[in-house]
């Protein structure tokens, strides 16, 4: 199993900036990608992007690419979500998955979930 817990949410003006972290633990030597979603109040959970787990390459949803970043730390067995320029419309849950099948390139298969962490826009 692996367990993932995000951290770095919370409440953020309108054109500033938020890092996300996400601590993997468990069995990690099987994972092939980590990802983030979000989630908005009333709407689906969607993709924002992903990292390979050994690769370090990204693929990130067309429309937040420019502002989203992600990142890993393998020390620490960390993946960020580096956020700028945010927008009331990016206030959500932010989720980090992982999975231990299929590539990063696809947003679908993601079998480990975090709790997530509330990030709030204001205008």
């Known amino acids: 199993q692996v367990q993932l817990l995000e951290s770095g949410g919370g409440l953020v003006q309108t054109g500033g900036s938020l890092r996300l972290s996400c601590v993997a633990s468990?069995?990690?030597?099987?994972?092939?990608?980590v990802g983030w979603f979000r989630q908005a109040p009333g709407e689906e959970r969607e993709f924002v992007g992903a990292?390979?787990?050994?690769?370090?390459?990204?693929n990130y949803a067309a429309s937040e690419k420019g502002r989203f970043t992600i990142s890993r730390d393998d020390a620490k067995n960390t993946v960020y979500l580096e956020v700028n320029s945010l927008k009331p419309e990016d206030t959500a849950i932010y989720y980090c998955?992982?999975?231990?099948?299929?590539?990063?390139?696809?947003?679908?298969?993601?079998?480990?979930w975090g709790q997530g962490t509330q990030v709030t826009v204001s205008s």
């Open positions: 998955a992982a999975k231990d099948t299929g590539t990063y390139l696809l947003r679908t298969g993601y079998n480990f």
């Open positions: 468990g069995s990690i030597f099987r994972l092939n990608a």
């Open positions: 990292i390979s787990w050994n690769f370090e390459r990204t």
